[in-house]
């Protein structure tokens, strides 16, 4: 949403950089390997997150939300050009009324991938389609036809709604010439009333091998679709579209090819909720540019329990809200992704307005067939090797595996399966429900969901608790919800797992119903905040099954002050489990919970709690 693994990994990175030795036979190879050694093109240049974008006054371009990325084709230019959606430079960067400057779409150079400079805006002023307060986000950037075409968004039109247009030019770094037209139109949304205007954003642009181009777009209102693009880069065929991503879930597509399939990229949750941005990034793959794209378990990305495997959310450091990428390959044949994320310690252009997300960069690895960020240890946030940016340079990158959470042996005195007479005396209710609405059934916790809730100022939901060991420790459930596989609307039921310190300040990882979606998200609460700062935030998982297995694994967190990491893992089969996000809390001895809410009419079966020790 815009403002509104070490085996296999070492096997490749030699093979890489082997490939780069001369050319010699064998008797010379074996005559001189103990006096000759290879060059050495490998970088020692480092860097570290987020991206410098430098300006000619000496300020920097802090913010470069929906960044997208190319390396000239022009003769002698070997730079590599960088593009940002439509926002300010900086806190300074006000007019004379001391109101912040929307740059439309600022442009930058670099010839190594690290350093960067600010070399201008796209427009000078909006193409005279575009209404005059509307924004030019997520740029697109494209070398077609022997040009360069620059395809973004205008937030809306004269004509009414969303659209993606698209400026060409000679060179990436303009000047630029607008088609004058939309290359996907305003429109209503598929299946859907079509006076309505969806929500026609965030374009991508593939070629597959019949050398036919394709345009994605779209987001949460209305979904992704996949269009044929004319041979002219100019316009998109209506006709030939179809849907490739569900409505209320994806948005900020980003398609790649890797070993015989298209992988779609797709970014879920809030883009822009200051310190508790939970956008993340998921994947499905198909082996069509027009899908369907499913996920690492089989799940479609159009299934209404909505697929999508994790390709990078927040890994418990200071990133937040990691999203909206452009992947690119270095001259070493390094996969990378240029991404925008927000600083939880400086989020805001002013306070609780504006979002500053700042331009990262990370190494994209390939795991089991599955693109993940830095092998799975997701953003950084210290010094990195750097790309190969130019030609016969190979990266320092070696992937390295995360550690894993290894869960030890279960701790009896805080499990239950929830198989007695009457709940352990152990269990406490905060707000008890009425008499109906929960018990013992047949080895299972029954609740019906409640039409109340748990969310800032209302805290009126019921909240079964018992105490948490102390230390680190991981608490999984097995849940049952008789939500209905498809349909809308019901907003938002829900139940699941709460790590409670009260009831303005916990986690929070269930099953819910959003309109025609059922997605397992992972909150976070907490209060007080600065004047102007959110209290929620949410990201989400991989998709819920009619059965669903959920962990929150708690630990201390390494960084002094800052209290715990809390990270979320989901299973449909309970042996199979995806990891998600990390949310960092300062919740102490809290307690472990379970919650039924949201809206009245369905019924959550809790069948286990168990508690393990970490190792």
């Not at 109101?99 to 190594?112: G, Q, R, V, Y």
């Not at 990078?312 to 001259?331: C, E, K, L």
């Amino acid at each position: 949403m815009h403002q509104t693994k070490h085996h296999y990994f070492s096997k490749q990175r030699s093979l890489r950089a082997r490939a780069a030795w001369p050319m010699l036979g064998l008797v010379g190879l074996l005559s001189a390997c103990d006096t000759i050694k290879p060059p050495d093109k490998t970088l020692k240049l480092t860097y570290s997150n987020p991206l410098t974008i430098s300006k000619p006054d000496g300020s920097k371009v802090e913010s470069c939300a929906d960044p997208s990325i190319i390396q000239s084709r022009a003769p002698g230019d070997t730079n590599w050009y960088l593009y940002c959606t439509t926002d300010p430079h900086n806190t300074a960067d006000v007019d004379a009324n001391n109101n912040l400057n929307f740059h439309l779409i600022s442009m930058a150079k670099s010839a190594d991938l690290v350093k960067w400079t600010y070399i201008g805006d796209a427009f000078a002023t909006k193409p005279g389609w575009v209404k005059d307060d509307a924004g030019l986000w997520a740029p697109d950037i494209e070398y077609l036809n022997g040009k360069y075409y620059l395809y973004y968004t205008a937030s809306d039109t004269k004509a009414g709604g969303s659209a993606i247009g698209v400026a060409t030019s000679n060179s990436p770094a303009g000047p630029w010439t607008d088609s004058g037209t939309p290359a996907v139109e305003p429109q209503g949304p598929p299946g859907g009333n079509p006076n309505d205007r969806r929500w026609v954003f965030d374009s991508e642009v593939i070629t597959d091998d019949a050398g036919q181009s394709w345009l994605y777009y779209g987001s949460y209102f209305g979904g992704i679709s996949v269009r044929q693009l004319s041979a002219d880069g100019l316009k998109t065929d209506a006709a030939t579209q179809k849907e490739v991503a569900l409505d209320n879930r994806y948005e900020g597509a980003q398609v790649v090819r890797h070993g015989g399939f298209y992988y779609l990229m797709a970014s879920a949750a809030n883009c822009c909720n200051g310190p508790l941005t939970g956008y993340s990034i998921f994947a499905g793959r198909s082996t069509s540019p027009t899908g369907p794209f499913v996920d690492k378990e089989g799940v479609s990305l159009l299934d209404p329990r909505v697929g999508g495997t994790p390709v990078i959310s927040m890994n418990g450091n200071r990133w937040v809200g990691p999203g909206h990428n452009a992947v690119f390959t270095d001259a070493g044949g390094q996969d990378w992704t240029v991404y925008h994320a927000l600083d939880m310690n400086d989020p805001y252009f002013t306070p609780g307005g504006v979002n500053k997300r700042p331009v990262l960069l990370d190494p994209l690895d390939w795991v089991d067939g599955w693109p993940t960020v830095r092998a799975g240890n997701w953003a950084s946030d210290g010094v990195m090797p750097a790309p190969a940016a130019q030609a016969g340079q190979l990266s320092a990158y070696v992937p390295s595996a995360p550690k894993p959470d290894v869960l030890g042996g279960t701790i009896s005195a805080f499990n239950d399966d929830f198989s007695g007479p009457a709940l352990d005396p152990r269990w406490t209710w905060v707000r008890p429900p009425a008499a109906a609405e929960a018990g013992l059934e047949n080895g299972a916790l029954r609740f019906s969901t409640q039409n109340a809730d748990l969310f800032e100022n209302n805290n009126s939901a019921s909240v079964l608790t018992e105490n948490a060991p102390t230390g680190d420790y991981a608490v999984e459930i097995k849940l049952q919800s008789d939500l209905p596989d498809e349909g809308c609307c019901f907003n938002y039921a829900q139940g699941g797992l709460l790590i409670y310190g009260d009831d303005d300040n916990f986690v929070k990882l269930g099953v819910v119903s959003i309109w025609n979606t059922r997605q397992i998200e992972f909150a976070k609460e907490q209060n007080p905040v600065a004047d102007k700062f959110p209290r929620y935030g949410n990201t989400v998982l991989s998709a819920p099954g009619r059965e669903t297995w959920l962990r929150i694994v708690r630990r201390a967190s390494a960084t002094a002050g800052a209290g715990e990491t809390y990270t979320a893992y989901s299973s449909r089969d309970g042996t199979s489990w995806t990891k998600g996000g990390t949310w960092t809390h300062k919740l102490g001895q809290a307690k472990i919970g379970l919650f039924s809410m949201g809206g009245s009419g369905f019924t959550n079966r809790f069948d286990s709690v168990r508690v393990y020790s970490l190792k």
